[in-house]
């Protein structure tokens, strides 16, 4: 019944700038935890950045300083906003959430289709 939809993807050349969305929709009484992943061709998915439930925020090494994660509360949207982009970014990314549902049952790791980002000159 919970949907993830990301959007924000493209071409972007190495120093650029990209902002990816992802919305859930449903009958969501709670998101508790949102997480951005991706995934390069050949390669396991990888944890780029997460809101804990308790408000943490974390992000891997390889995109501090660069990415933000960011959440609209009032409209279920996540936000990740990513700078100086570089080729190694590449990657198809992911929003991840843990839930709960207005009747009361918890949805653990839901997932979307993805967004490919490319970064490329």
């Known amino acids: 019944q919970v949907q993830l939809a990301e959007s924000g993807g493209g071409l972007v050349e190495p120093g650029g700038s990209l902002r990816l969305s992802c919305v859930v929709s449903?009958?969501?009484?709670?998101?508790?935890?949102i997480r951005w992943s991706r995934q390069a061709p050949g390669k396991q998915r990888e944890l780029v950045a997460t809101i804990t439930s308790g408000g943490r925020i974390n992000y891997a090494d390889s995109v501090k300083g660069r990415f933000t994660i960011s959440r609209d509360n009032a409209k279920n949207t996540m936000y990740l906003q990513m700078d100086s982009l570089k080729p190694e970014d590449t990657a198809v990314y992911y929003c991840?959430?843990?839930?709960?549902?207005?009747?009361?049952?918890?949805?653990?790791?839901?997932w979307g289709q993805g967004t490919q980002v490319t970064v490329s000159s």
């Open positions: 991840n959430v843990d839930l709960e549902l207005l009747d009361g049952r918890y949805e653990y790791g839901l």
């Open positions: 449903g009958s969501i009484f709670r998101i508790y935890a």
